[in-house]
């Protein structure tokens, strides 16, 4: 499941909601550049060093209950719509194939 929240959100609940419920929480901050985002992604998710610099590996996510909250996508919209296309795209197919997986995207 992928959900778009606006703020105010409050990053604390949301991540204890998820803990709640049994799922492991990641946050990633978004850059403001295509590069930066995937950094951020790698850095969060503890990405292995042949990552490669694209967001296929959350493709092979474990099936394990998840949540993955990802903020900072309007700096990133602002420079680079098309990046931020992309990201949203990949997260709602990993989100679709893979139901245990969820993806709060925060709208700031």
């Given at each position: 499941?992928?959900?778009?929240?606006?703020?105010?959100?409050?990053?604390?609940?949301?991540?204890?909601?998820?803990?709640?419920?049994g799922r492991?929480?990641?946050?990633?901050?978004?850059g403001?550049?295509k590069?930066a985002?995937l950094?951020?992604?790698?850095?969060?998710?503890?990405?292995?060093?042949?990552?490669?610099?694209?967001?296929?590996r959350?493709a092979r996510?474990?099936?394990?209950?998840?949540?993955?909250v990802v903020?900072?996508?309007?700096?990133?919209?602002?420079?680079?719509?098309?990046?931020?296309?992309?990201l949203?795209g990949?997260l709602?197919?990993?989100?679709?194939?893979h139901?245990?997986?969820?993806v709060?995207v925060?709208?700031?």
């Amino acid at each position: 499941m992928i959900r778009h929240l606006r703020p105010p959100v409050d990053v604390d609940a949301l991540v204890a909601d998820a803990v709640a419920r049994g799922r492991v929480v990641r946050l990633v901050v978004a850059g403001e550049t295509k590069a930066a985002t995937l950094e951020a992604f790698a850095d969060a998710l503890d990405f292995p060093g042949w990552f490669g610099g694209n967001l296929d590996r959350l493709a092979r996510h474990d099936d394990g209950e998840a949540e993955l909250v990802v903020g900072g996508v309007l700096a990133l919209q602002r420079d680079d719509p098309f990046a931020a296309a992309q990201l949203n795209g990949v997260l709602g197919e990993v989100a679709l194939a893979h139901p245990r997986f969820h993806v709060s995207v925060i709208e700031r």
